[in-house]
Structures are given as structure tokens and as C-alpha cells.
T-cell receptor
Framework: DTGVSQDPRHKITKRGQNVTFRCDPISEHNRLYWYRQTLGQGPEFLTY????????KSRLLSDRFSAERPKGSFSTLEIQRTEQGDSAMYLC???????????????FGSGTRLTVV | GNSVTQMEGPVTLSEEAFLTINCTYTATGYPSLFWYVQYPGEGLQLLLKATKADDKGSNKGFEATYRKETTSFHLEKGSVQVSDSAVYFC????????????FGQGTRLTINP
């Protein structure tokens, strides 16, 4: 078990370009989350998947954002037509929901730091 | 909605000092409470948790007690080390639906030798 992996670690892009981030969760974890963390703030929930189904999206997730988790394994987060306000750390986390309750505590990846110039 | 308020930082202490970082929350029902730590350039790591009132979470010398009557979950450590320098986040999660985490704004802790 190598934990939650995110790629790339850093991304610098020009305003208006599209970017895509990848997250590989812990293999037996059936829930996968995306959070966004801006400088000096705590992470904020964006969206989550249970297996391959995207079950909830935050109002923070504008139409320019899309997330997928094909086959319930890795996930991608795409941002189209990036804006300077999208500059942030994008964190992925996974957890395990088992029969009888939640396996408390997420495992977070190291994040992808996006800078839009 | 649910929210978490943390003691504002940054906090600077000398090695072996006593640490308290305050955290209060607002939530409907009985959430689970967490402290996460973020070292420079790294993701968040779960430090400790408590899932019901009066539970005490502990790890690596850190402790926090779930106080329902004061809606608090203050983080304490009796003797801090330079290696404890990091950003600390208090968070809560309800037990419904996404069970997403709601975080405080974080408290940057610096320990000087």
C-alpha cells in the first residue's frame, strides 16, 4: 500500500488553458474525495465518489470543473478555461465505507499545486 | 451549516513548552472530530480523532477531548519539539451522506530550539 498518489505535484498554466489532475487512491478504498485548499485556509470539499458514482458536488465546483472516476479506481479532475482564482492546492483523499459504518479518517495525497498565470 | 473555528495563528513556542490550540465547532447532531497536521510540502495527516462526546483522542503526545457541552476539541501537548512545527487543522464530519470534512482555517505552529 503506497498511500494516495497525486500527479502532477505542481502545475503552472496560462489563464484560459485546460488542466487535468490525477489521483490514485488506496486500492481497497471505495470512497474518493477532492478538496481545494487556498493559501492560509483549510481545505474545502469539492466532490466525492463512491466507487464510480459521483454522489455529491459542492457549489464551489463550477461548470468549468469536471471529475471522473472510471471503473471506481483512479480519478481525474479537469479544469477548463482556467482562471487566476483557480490557483490553489488540489487535494485528493480516499476512505473506506464498510458495512456497519465508516472507517473513520481519510488518507490524503500530497496534493497538486496549481498556479494560473 | 457545520463550521469549525480555530485559534488564530501563527503560534511560536520554545521547545518543551506546553501547547494548546483552541478549536470550537458548530454542528447539528453529533459529529466526529479530528485534528490533522500538514508538514511543509506534504498532504494532510490524521493526528487524532474522537467520535463521541467525552472521547479523548491521543497520538504522538498530543491529546484532545470531545466536549459536547462547550462544543470544543482543543489540541494539547505537554512538551513540544522542533519537529512539531507544522500547520494544524481541526475538522469535523457528520455521519450522513458524503461524510465530508469541514475544516478550520488552520494554525501554523513554529517551535524554536
Amino acid at each position: 500500500d503506497t498511500g494516495v498518489s497525486q500527479d502532477p505535484r505542481h502545475k503552472i498554466t496560462k489563464r484560459g488553458q485546460n488542466v487535468t489532475f490525477r489521483c490514485d487512491p488506496i486500492s481497497e478504498h471505495n470512497r474518493l474525495y477532492w478538496y481545494r485548499q487556498t493559501l492560509g485556509q483549510g481545505p474545502e470539499f469539492l466532490t466525492y465518489f463512491q466507487n464510480e458514482a459521483q454522489l455529491e458536488k459542492s457549489r464551489l465546483l463550477s461548470d468549468r470543473f469536471s471529475a471522473e472516476r472510471p471503473k471506481g479506481s483512479f480519478s481525474t479532475l479537469e479544469i477548463q478555461r482556467t482562471e487566476q482564482g483557480d490557483s490553489a492546492m488540489y487535494l485528493c483523499a480516499s476512505s473506506r465505507l464498510r458495512q456497519g459504518g465508516w472507517d473513520y479518517g481519510y488518507t490524503f495525497g500530497s496534493g497538486t499545486r496549481l498556479t494560473v498565470v | 451549516g457545520n463550521s469549525v473555528t480555530q485559534m488564530e495563528g501563527p503560534v511560536t513556542l520554545s521547545e518543551e513548552a506546553f501547547l494548546t490550540i483552541n478549536c470550537t465547532y458548530t454542528a447539528t447532531g453529533y459529529p466526529s472530530l479530528f485534528w490533522y497536521v500538514q508538514y511543509p510540502g506534504e498532504g494532510l495527516q490524521l493526528l487524532l480523532k474522537a467520535t463521541k462526546a467525552d472521547d479523548k483522542g491521543s497520538n504522538k503526545g498530543f491529546e484532545a477531548t470531545y466536549r459536547k457541552e462547550t462544543t470544543s476539541f482543543h489540541l494539547e501537548k505537554g512538551s513540544v519539539q522542533v519537529s512539531d512545527s507544522a500547520v494544524y487543522f481541526c475538522a469535523l464530519s457528520d455521519h450522513q451522506g458524503a461524510q465530508k470534512l469541514v475544516f478550520g482555517q488552520g494554525t501554523r505552529l513554529t517551535i524554536n530550539p
